[in-house]
Antibody
Framework: EVQLVESGGGLVQPGDSLRLSCTIS????????MHWVRQAPGKGLVWVSR????????YYADSVKGRFTISRDNAKKTLYLQMNSLRAEDTAVYYC???????????????WGQGTMVTVSS | DIVMTQSPDSLAVSLGERATINCKSSQSVLYSSSNKNYLAWYQHKPRQPPKLLFY???TRESGVPDRFSGSGSGTDFTLTISSLQAEDVAIYYCQQYYSNSFTFGGGTKVEIK
């Protein structure tokens, strides 16, 4: 069964750091571009970041550029999101997401994790 | 960035009736060389992750009931539920994957009247 399981969320103070992890199973991880998408309470979905298959190409939403870093460990089948200088507006459920098709980087998102909640509050 | 605008924000439809959701992009998401629209639709129910319904604007994901249909091209797209069922209550999002920003629409909440 294809599965994405996020972990690492929690309550932190403004300015703190947090690292999210997403462990995958059921598919060939190193063949797929991967993403992080977030949803603030009561708000819509917002794409955060993506990474290519070997981890050497990354993209970020302007709102997190310079503060967040996406990475992956293909041997451990794990996707990461290092979040630094956290702000209240980063409070959201963070989803780990897979590209629908392994052969392309511009694709819809077909597999989503259950999400992990990050709360930034003093 | 490409801005995705959905309408309406919410709608209430009687069971068995048609629900129509519109999505407009601020620029075309039709890639001319492939003649494909880089547009997806998702269904998001409470306490569940979003679920992909359609990609390439009108290609139904495996397992999606055929009462759901996606249409449109260029900048204007529509998601239609031909006969609303109770389990279709959800928020629906369109998303463009034409550009690196992968922007989503604001969502349309579908409820039972």
């Amino acid at each position: 069964e294809v599965q994405l399981v996020e972990s690492g969320g929690g309550l932190v103070q403004p300015g703190d750091s947090l690292r999210l992890s997403c462990t995958i199973s059921g598919f060939t991880f190193n063949s797929y571009w991967m993403h992080w998408v977030r949803q603030a309470p009561g708000k819509g979905l917002v794409w955060v970041s993506r990474i290519n298959t070997d981890g050497k190409t990354t993209y970020y939403a302007d709102s997190v550029k310079g503060r967040f870093t996406i990475s992956r460990d293909n041997a451990k089948k794990t996707l990461y999101l290092q979040m630094n200088s956290l702000r209240a507006e980063d409070t959201a459920v963070y989803y780990c997401v897979r590209n629908r098709y392994s052969g392309s980087y511009l694709e819809a998102f077909d597999i989503w994790g259950q999400g992990t909640m990050v709360t930034v509050s003093s | 960035d490409i801005v995705m605008t959905q309408s309406p924000d919410s709608l209430a439809v009687s069971l068995g009736e048609r629900a129509t959701i519109n999505c407009k992009s601020s620029q075309s998401v039709l890639y001319s060389s492939s003649n494909k629209n880089y547009l997806a639709w998702y269904q998001h129910k409470p306490r569940q992750p979003p679920k992909l319904l359609f990609y390439w604007a009108s290609t139904r994901e495996s397992g999606v009931p055929d009462r759901f249909s996606g249409s449109g091209s260029g900048t204007d797209f529509t998601l239609t539920i031909s006969s609303l069922q109770a389990e279709d209550v959800a928020i629906y999002y369109c998303q463009q994957y034409y550009s690196n920003s992968f922007t989503f629409g604001g969502g349309t909440k579908v409820e039972i009247k």
